[in-house]
């Protein structure tokens, strides 16, 4: 069965940063691309960041480039996001998805988690 | 980017009823790499369709994917009650990645 457990969020002032993380099990997680995703409260959904199967292949949102980060360490497989420069913008439901495809695009997202919960105030 | 607009926002129909959920893109969705998402209230999204119409798996008959290009369309045959919740498209094939705004199918 494929898990994906998502940990890391809170509360965090703005500025700030984050580390989420990712925990996938019951996938072989090297084969395939995996992104994060979030969710403003009351919001539609919005692709944060993807990351292809062996991270040569990376891509973010234009409303978080050059502040967010993706990895992943399929060793541990896990995957991570590092948020720096974090604004009110940013709060949202963060959720862990796994791609279809070892690259980012030509592949949906087939299982997601419960998401973590990330919320940017003073 | 691609933006994907979805229409209506909200759509009040009985069980029973046929669901007709548009999903329309500021240019042509490459290799039809469109997907279909539903998500009830406190619960992560679960993909529905890929490919334009391709049903993923579990997922009943009742539910049809079609279009190409910028136009793509969910179709839900007889509405159940588990069917009422929010729709999100999504196009998966050129960069970045994109949703629409989502459209809730409520009870009538």
């Known amino acids: 069965e494929v898990q994906l457990v998502e940990s890391g969020g809170g509360l965090v002032q703005p500025g700030r940063s984050l580390r989420l993380s990712c925990a996938a099990s019951g996938f072989i997680v090297d084969d395939y691309a995996m992104h994060w995703v979030r969710q403003a409260p009351g919001k539609g959904l919005e692709w944060v960041s993807g990351?292809?199967?062996?991270?040569?292949?990376?891509g973010y949102a234009d409303s978080v480039k050059g502040r967010f980060t993706i990895s992943r360490d399929n060793a541990k497989n896990s995957l991570y996001l590092q948020m720096n420069s974090l604004r009110a913008e940013d709060t949202a439901l963060y959720y862990c998805?796994?791609?279809?495809?070892?690259?980012?695009?030509?592949?949906?997202?087939?299982?997601w988690g419960q998401g973590t919960l990330v919320t940017v105030s003073s | 980017e691609i933006v994907l607009t979805q229409s209506p926002g909200t759509l009040s129909l009985s069980p029973g009823e046929r669901a007709t959920l548009s999903c329309r893109a500021s240019q042509s969705v490459s290799s039809s790499y469109l997907a279909w998402y539903q998500q009830k209230p406190g619960q992560a999204p679960r993909l529905l369709m890929y490919?334009?119409?391709s049903r993923a798996t579990g997922i009943p008959d009742r539910f049809s994917g079609s279009g190409s290009g910028t136009d793509f369309t969910l179709t839900i045959s007889r509405l159940e009650p588990e069917d009422f919740a929010v729709y999100h498209c999504q196009q998966y094939g050129s960069s970045p990645i994109t949703f629409g705004q989502g459209t809730r199918l409520e009870i009538k």
């Open positions: 998805a796994k791609g279809s495809h070892y690259d980012i695009l030509t592949g949906y997202c087939n299982y």
């Open positions: 990351i292809s199967w062996n991270s040569g292949s990376i």
């Open positions: 490919g334009a119409s």
